[in-house]
């Protein structure tokens, strides 16, 4: 049998927040235990897993102040299954101790067995990598979806998004790193791009996105 290569991942949920592969996520930190999260991970070179949430666990509805929110942590939430995480840079450390951190994510993963609880949540996760290489017709939906681009950049007189679909960074991509980039450019509902991020395949992650733009209203560049 093949050995599954296990990783320990640091969770930190945030509702509606799906990150993918290839990218950088900025975050704010502020609660107490997530602190001491971006401490214990930065220390330990330990990965951060950024995650849609599945279910929230305990709810704080009094929307806290700044001096509050330092002191006590707020709602607590269930992580997605499945998810992105990547190594944490700091960035800065306020005054008054706030961390203002990004987040390079190098791949997803699945979680497994919880092996940590308090004070944040650390979990035994296995690599979720695609099951197959990309299918020749991946090549054709890329062509398509730059074409929506380029003509949704010119009916809103969009020239940087123009320049940006024909630089030679946004051309230069992989199959499957444009499979992936291409919803950092594109805003859709949480549910739906997580979805998006738990396909196995670069031609399945197209199709998707193809269908989506054919058939629904147009999102809209971020």
């Not at 305990?58 to 190594?87: D, H």
């Not at 197959?132 to 009916?155: C, G, N, V, W, Y």
């Not at 399945?204 to 269908?211: H, N, P, V």
């Amino acid at each position: 049998m093949e050995e599954i290569e296990l990783v320990n991942i640091a969770l930190f949920p945030i509702p509606k927040l799906v990150a993918f592969p290839h990218s950088v996520v900025p975050l704010h930190v502020f609660e107490p235990r997530y602190r001491k999260m971006i401490e214990d991970c930065l220390e330990q070179n330990l990965r951060i897993g950024v995650s849609h949430i599945n279910k929230t666990l305990k709810v704080v509805e009094k929307k806290p102040s700044l001096e509050e929110a330092l002191r006590s942590n707020q709602s607590t939430y269930e992580a997605q299954e499945i998810f992105s995480a990547g190594f944490c840079e700091l960035k800065e450390t306020t005054p008054d101790g706030r961390l203002l951190v990004d987040i390079k994510m190098k791949g997803r993963f699945q979680r497994r067995e919880r092996i940590q609880e308090v004070p944040y949540q650390v979990y035994q996760c296995v690599p979720y990598n695609d099951l197959r290489d990309p299918a020749p017709s991946s090549e054709t939906l890329r062509d398509q979806i730059d074409h929506f681009l380029l003509d949704l950049a010119k009916s809103q007189s969009d020239k940087s998004l123009q320049e940006f679909v024909l630089s030679t960074a946004w051309m230069g991509l992989s199959l499957q790193e444009y499979s992936f980039c291409l919803f950092e450019l594109l805003q859709f509902d949480p549910d739906l791009a997580q979805e998006i991020l738990e396909c196995r395949s670069v031609e399945e992650r197209l199709s998707l996105a193809s269908k989506i733009l054919n058939l629904s209203s147009k999102p809209s560049p971020s």
